[in-house]
């Protein structure tokens, strides 16, 4: 069986916005056991979707459209893909009324565009918008089903998991098992880490198993997929051997972020640690309060940009900035201390260094990072050269910090390191 | 003339990532005056890349695929498209030289699965990639030419814009000009915004001026796109329509976060800014500090979690969270004036708020944020209820913020608002 999506918007062609609702689609879909074959983007032009899902409707059993559903003017999926199938659209009372509701709940007058969003395909099916004002839609199509959804996420998402899969379900019958299970691992290139596996895993390839890399920076993905009978005893056998073979260089089993892992860690051993960010301006303690229960574990994050920050709230000695600079090992290390000692916590990470574009010298480059380490034993300082544009220099440097915790952490656990 | 992209990649459809290449392509191509008709997404399957290709080269003038010329066994592109041209490949050893040079200069063992990335199908012109191992190819095709970039964004981007625009100025003849504006703006739904610029438009749009609306949470993008020798004009008497009818809800001409902006008339100003952060937990300090040049209005972020936190890095009486809470108008008061006075900064913010999922009650319930904003004349404090996912409100109430803080510069340099 085959699904493919086809998303609409004129911001996308255009290069205005990334298109979430892909990656979002497939992962959800995927887990449900469809195979997305194929993903289509077009402008917001008749010609363009219509030939896109004519295409789609030939090939796919289920095709799935986002956006255009909207009030305004360029929100055109609707009325073509009405004219497409030859299905004449009629007022539904039924969704006037909950537009009209969803302003008066708001206490918010209704714009009149927004009564086109009543409009239902004649042998329509209609998903209802819990979250916003544009219902979804769903036609049969001579080999399956095609259905349009609205393009806000926070619309779209709710819509998919509530009212969409229990009509898949009804739908179509159950697909072929499918098992995929990916491990994020850090610390090892994308062609070391398929060296290490790969000899290894050859007989179990031979009998269907499907091997991915997916490398950003900082980490990589090794994902193991199987279809049919077997497939989940395939997939458990692939990941004992990347377990054997990779260690802890694996960080998660679950998808999880590695700041997720370092919370899950630290809640376990009811540890806590506090941060300290020049160069990464706050993006590592945003990493971590970005998972929930982070509260239980993260005492503060102190973004101390300026030296004057750095004296006032982590107590570096201003002779320290003044012999070695706010990038130097020394810094780095009273910055740590200062940190785990002001608010108490078992760890302290500081990160000290250039982000760039400017500011490097011969003797330390743009890249350069001091990352220190307090524990309950003493303070350790890190140096690294990260070469890399702005935002990538503070997830790679991010990274390096939450990776010196986990093992720490993991070390003090008595779980052995590769 | 058409232009179509074709991203590979399992890990794509199987929504392990985010495909960032379409969104940064179409920018970049849009800007050259290219228009991108359609973006696809296959498995590295070799019928699926096959048929797209296949398809792609028939309608398409320029078609670029990216991803599946790296050195792993899933890597199949470069192969199946020389297989499908009928080209046979060819070892090039300047890229054997180039790949050794690039494991030598990091002294590091150069695997022996990466000598794969210097085949070159027959015809092939090489674009040589100075930021990893797996060069970029080029093949004619019966309409144009068909490019295929390497996958990692930081070997893509300065491909592209070093190699191939300048083979795309030799390949093609000057596109017929085009013009694309987009406003950024905050403060008006997507509707209302229409409403009110949409009658005054309908004139440039009779001549040709397309209108495009995203709407974002916090913000919507108006976009003016034209065609032909018209072009500048017609979107140029569009933004001026614009700022006419919305004012300071456009906060940016350029594309700019409000971050930027923000940064920018700090900096024009002489000012500072000092955030003391509890629910967006480092969110506000990284968007101002991923600003080049922010360290000249930034002086220190506090991310103070805990109360103890709170009391030792911004002087909040414990009294002040005893009897009102750590989400309170009294709190987010004394949290906006302590990062006032202890970094001595010009302007202080100070974020604290329910980001949920859990921790709400009915007087104060999920999504409940004061946001306190100290000035040389005093404070105040903002109510709101962000009602979002976690990462949503981050970026919702941190929008708001910011929000308030230009909107005062404003206010004060003599700017008026609407």
Redesign the interface.
Known sequence: MQVEIINT????????????H?????????DLGFN?????????EAL?IQQ?VREAIQRAELVITTGGL?????DITRDLIAQLFDKPLREDPKIVADIEQFFAQRSRQM?A??RVQAMVPEGGVVLWNNHGTAPGLALPTPRGWLVMLPG?P?ELRPMFRDQLVPKLAQWFSTPVPFV?K?LKTTGLG???L??RI?PTLSGLVAQGL????????GEV?V?F?ARGDDSAQLVAEAVGVARELLGSHIFSET?SDLASVVVGLLTRQNHTVA?A?SC???????R???V?G??AV?????????N??KI??LGVQPSTLEQHGAVSEATASEMALGAQR???STYALALTGIAG??GGTSEKPVGTVFIGFATPEGVVVHRFLNE?????F?FYTSQQALDILRRSILKVAGISLS
Request: with cysteine.
């Open positions: 918007g004129s911001e996308l062609m255009l290069g205005f916005v990334v298109n979430t892909q990656q979002w689609l497939c992962r959800q879909l995927s997305i074959e194929r993903q289509v983007a077009v402008h917001d363009a896109a909207g009030p305004t003017s360029d714009p565009s927004t806000p926070r995929c990916s994308e062609s070391f398929e060296e790969a499907g091997v991915g890399y997916c490398a950003r920076v993905d994902r997929t998808e941060i960010e990464t301006g706050g993006y590592l303690a945003n971590i309060t970005n929930p982070a509260s993260f005492q503060a994050g102190l973004v101390t940009y300026s004057a920050a006032e709230f002001r608010t108490g574009p400017s890399y544009d702005r935002e990538t503070k």
